[in-house]
């Protein structure tokens, strides 16, 4: 039985969604909901291609209460840029959840991603950061430094931007770039001891497997997202500084564990404060984020599947006729 | 960087892609790829949604040599019927293996698994049956029943068929549809050991959570393919049988593990022969199946995603142009 199936490229994704506080709410529903009870969020199928210097990572989640769910495939081919191509690309697939049927194919090669990815740090600075934020500082210089600062000027607009990252150009052009976006003044700076210790908000956006925030560095009012680490073997911030903390939140502890800051710190026997909060639980009032102007935080980020359900969900909801409508 | 995404419905894949010896022989292929090593074969993603009585499973598969991987999705919405909706459906998705851009959506509703699961039954039958086959049985009046049917009639053209269903009014429905379709002799018979011991290839599909075949009913020269059984818990045959063929082959050994017959043979402690030999191996010569006429065969089949790659792969290959074509 022939039913409708949405199509939607890249380039008109583009054109009707963005990051802005709608689609932060969206994200901010999705973590309420994973806190709220009924999600099922199988974990990621991931496989690689050796031979092409591939991988490919599918992820889903159902949250009770939503129309569809999700099917996000992502794969990432590292020698594409040598083929003039982009190394990141894939799909999301809208299913009914009433019926399993094909209601959208989100040709997005990611860009629902990276906008679900931000959506996500704004969540955490609204929840987590100081009510006022005078100086963000970012660390990596790509999409998700940029989209990361825009997503925390929409809850927390801070005065004064930092940019650090190991190419010092590449610094430059990303402070150059969210100075013009958002309008303040902003400057990429050498150390990233320096970015910590002048900012109330930060956030790490870099593949690194060492450390690159030290735990001496924190300060009183300091919250950080560390949105990098996605992968085991991963980490951008010391494990101490976790401990350290008055308050560590996983957007899913069950991954964090394996892929994101936790698993570095359990590894060394460092983390002793049994299960950590997750975001959705703060958000739901079910467990505390910061509970004092001086309080330190820190906001571990893997990405989830009821991110990816959240934002198609949205998207076919609010442009149902957006794109090709295929009869099949 | 736009490129060509092709799309194709489920109607335009039942134009152009039929249940043939070409499909039997690309899927012949992927098994003994399966075997030489190379591939890359994650475990099945599997989501239950209680609320809306559903399932969904995702499976995929790298293959060294072929320029595309497929990734399978499958939902399974068990009230789908009650709204007039098929239960299951679905897309598969071709990806570049050079590169991971989509190559091919095909919304085939799961038209491609059902060519590629009975073409796996042709390819049991050509490599473990005898090579004359006067009569063959089928049990389960489905869907996988006919084409079963159809797929050993290419490689073994049987004179007589035997139908045996628990709805003997369905089972004499399909006895009447594949006699006018391969133009032999077909009957519904009221009991599986009859069938068994009048047939010599037998093909059981169904969904059996107890044995259907009794392994007192083995006779010289029979092939069994059980390819109902495909989820934990599932059983069409009697695990004694299992032992007490000439050869047991698996179309995955750490899939029938699980899923197929051998978990209850394992869980009942009575396989302890070792590691079971794969179709793949079978096929090129690495292991051997059927030595002697006489010889008991049974080939358990749960499904790969081999297959799924090793389908698609062919359908973007030889019908490039099918469907319609995406600037995305």
Not at 58 to 78: E, L, Q, W
Not at 303 to 324: K, L, N
Request: with cysteine; aromatic share 4%.
């Amino acid at each position: 039985m022939a039913h409708d199936i949405q199509i939607v490229t890249e380039a008109e994704l583009r054109r009707i969604v963005s990051l802005d506080l709608t689609t932060v709410d969206v994200i901010e529903a999705a973590f309420a909901a994973l806190a709220s009870g009924g999600v099922v969020m199988p974990p990621i199928l991931s496989m690689d291609l050796p031979a092409a210097h591939g991988e490919v990572d599918v992820k889903t989640a159902y949250i009770p209460g939503f129309d569809g769910f999700a099917i996000k495939v992502s794969p990432g081919f590292f020698n594409n840029p040598l083929l003039g191509l982009p190394s990141l690309n894939g799909l999301m697939i809208l299913f009914s959840a009433q019926t399993g049927l094909v209601q959208s194919l989100f040709l997005d090669n990611g860009y629902l991603t990276d906008i679900r990815t931000a959506a996500a740090g704004a969540v955490a600075a609204r929840h987590l950061a100081l009510a006022v934020v005078e100086t963000a500082g970012v660390i990596g210089t790509g999409v998700q430094a940029r989209l990361q600062m825009q997503a925390a000027y929409l809850v927390r607009p801070f005065k004064r931007l930092l940019v650090h990252g190991r190419d010092k150009d590449k610094a430059r052009v990303c402070a150059a770039d969210l100075s013009a976006l958002l309008g303040i003044e902003a400057e990429a700076v050498d150390s990233a001891e320096t970015l910590v210790c002048s900012s109330q908000l930060v956030v790490t956006t870099t593949p690194s497997r060492q450390p690159l925030i030290q735990a001496e560095w924190l300060h009183p009012g300091l919250h950080i997202t560390a949105m990098g680490s996605d992968q085991s073997g991963k980490s951008e911030i010391d494990p101490k500084a976790l401990m350290a903390a008055d308050a560590y939140i996983c957007d899913r502890v069950s991954q964090c564990e394996v892929s994101g800051e936790l698993e570095a710190a359990l590894a060394a026997g460092i983390w002793n404060k049994g299960r950590p909060s997750e975001l959705g639980e703060v958000i739901i009032g079910q467990k505390t984020g910061r509970q004092r102007a001086q309080d330190v935080t820190i906001c571990d980020l893997t990405g989830t599947g009821v991110q990816d359900t959240a934002i198609a969900t949205y998207v076919h909801a609010q442009f149902p006729q957006a794109g090709t409508i295929l009869q099949a």
